[in-house]
């Protein structure tokens, strides 16, 4: 189950670097199409909706590599039982709010497909087809909170020491 999920995280990271990807060749034609003197429509809205799979994507991935922003100051300070406790308080909080985030963007996507909903660009796109993006990642950063609040009541959870988070800032 272990490589399971770490081969899901990595998978995401590399559809948002192709996301990313996306982003620079939407603005590249944009760029070049300017400049020869012709028009793509919906490079604009294709490239916010390349940027959205990108940040959306990635969340997984960087919950799992430590690299969240968190604020350790009362956390620093703590050790021990007061310590675990607050990482599995705050770890519950998480997996609830992903748990919404992740309903609410599946709900979204769902009703984008059955309302027929699109954009209002050119380009006309179905909505929920950039939304499907957004569903998947919030769904993994759900499984990624889960994955790492068992882990946390396990005792098998690796956290960022403090030199650790002073070098990722």
């Known amino acids: 189950m272990r490589r399971f999920l770490d081969f899901l995280y990595d998978a995401c990271a590399w559809l948002a670097a192709l996301a990313m990807i996306g982003v620079l060749l939407m603005v590249l034609l944009s760029i070049v199409s300017r400049q020869i003197g012709f028009h793509v429509p919906g490079t604009d809205a294709y490239a916010g909706y390349s940027m959205a799979a990108a940040g959306f994507l990635a969340l997984a991935h960087t919950l799992k590599r430590n690299e969240h922003i968190r604020v350790t100051l009362l ?95």
């Open 75 to 169: 956390l620093g300070r703590l050790q021990g039982k007061a310590r675990r406790g607050l990482e599995l308080w705050a770890l519950t909080v998480g997996v609830l709010l992903s748990g919404l985030f992740a309903v609410y963007s599946v709900r979204l996507a769902w009703n984008s497909r059955a309302f027929n909903d699109i954009s209002t660009g050119n380009d006309a796109t179905p909505l929920w087809i950039p939304q499907l993006t957004m569903a998947l990642g919030t769904v993994i950063l759900l499984v990624a909170f889960l994955d790492e609040w068992v882990q946390e009541l396990r005792g098998q959870r690796s956290t960022a020491g403090s030199e650790e988070a002073l070098h990722n800032e």
